[in-house]
Nanobody
Framework: QVQLVESGGGLVQAGGSLRLSCAASGGTFSSYSMAWFRRTPGNRRDFVAGISRSGGSTAYADSLKGQFTISRDNAKKSVYLQMNSAKPEDTAVYFC?????????????????WGQGTQVTVSS
């Protein structure tokens, strides 16, 4: 069983940057690919970015490439999401998730463990 706890959310002005963190406990962190999803009110969770078990491969939602960067530190059992050039439409609850698959899936249903989420609000 893996527990995931996100942190780093908050209020950021449009054009600003924010770094989200997700700390894992339980299980073997390096056995999981990791991803970030986000959910806006009334919507499902959408894939933002994913990273393979070793960190050697990453994937991004097409519309978010170049704006977000995912990384991980297996020694610290943590995954990160760097958001740059924040936009009001990036306002959402951001979730980290863990999957047994090496290549991070883009489908929400393919993930085995989820954090509780952290709110990010981008003001215009």
């Amino acid at each position: 069983q893996v527990q995931l706890v996100e942190s780093g959310g908050g209020l950021v002005q449009a054009g600003g940057s924010l770094r989200l963190s997700c700390a894992a406990s339980g299980g073997t962190f390096s056995s999981y690919s990791m991803a970030w999803f986000r959910r806006t009110p009334g919507n499902r969770r959408d894939f933002v970015a994913g990273i393979s078990r070793s960190g050697g491969s990453t994937a991004y939602a097409d519309s978010l490439k170049g704006q977000f960067t995912i990384s991980r530190d297996n020694a610290k059992k943590s995954v990160y999401l760097q958001m740059n050039s924040a936009k009001p439409e990036d306002t959402a609850v951001y979730f980290c998730a863990a999957s047994w698959r090496n290549v991070p899936p883009r489908s929400e249903s393919s993930y085995d463990y989820w954090g509780q989420g952290t709110q990010v609000t981008v003001s215009s």
